[in-house]
């Protein structure tokens, strides 16, 4: 069975605290294996917030599932059962805070070490 869900959003929190909505931009569920392509777009202060306050750039971000969408409309039944999914994945943010200049290379060398 194949299922076009359209546009799909997730919340993105941290230990609580929203750091963002990711997309996943007209998916379609195929049997088997797939890979999508996910843009999340995100609270950079709060980011940096819990990044300096755990002294680490690995977070374990929740991914709680929004809305489908198709053509500006939502899908109630769809998002009915998105409310439904919570997701937990470690993702390293570290290209994102060296980028700021929040953080140097030594610093986040140092906090991987601990």
Same mark, same amino acid.
């Given at each position: 069975?194949?299922?076009?869900?359209?546009?799909?959003?997730?919340?993105?929190?941290? $230990?609580? /605290?929203?750091? !963002? =909505? +990711?997309? #996943?931009? $007209?998916?379609? #569920?195929?049997? !088997? %294996?797939? *890979? &999508?392509?996910?843009? +999340? &777009?995100?609270?950079?202060? +709060?980011? %940096?917030?819990?990044?300096?306050?755990?002294?680490? /750039?690995?977070?374990?971000?929740?991914?709680?599932?929004?809305?489908?969408?198709?053509?500006?409309?939502?899908?109630?039944?769809?998002? +009915?059962? #998105?409310?439904?999914? =919570?997701?937990? $994945?470690?993702?390293? &943010?570290? *290209?994102? =805070?060296?980028?700021?200049?929040? =953080?140097?290379?030594?610093?986040?060398?140092?906090? $991987?070490?601990?």
């Amino acid at each position: 069975m194949t299922l076009g869900l359209g546009d799909v959003t997730f919340a993105l929190s941290v $230990n609580g /605290t929203d750091i !963002g =909505v +990711a997309t #996943l931009n $007209n998916l379609v #569920l195929t049997p !088997g %294996y797939q *890979q &999508v392509e996910i843009r +999340a &777009v995100m609270d950079q202060p +709060a980011v %940096y917030s819990i990044v300096l306050a755990q002294q680490k /750039t690995v977070l374990p971000i929740d991914f709680t599932g929004g809305s489908s969408t198709v053509d500006g409309q939502q899908i109630p039944y769809f998002t +009915a059962m #998105l409310k439904d999914i =919570v997701l937990q $994945n470690n993702i390293d &943010v570290t *290209q994102s =805070v060296e980028s700021t200049g929040l =953080v140097d290379r030594r610093s986040l060398i140092e906090w $991987n070490s601990r």
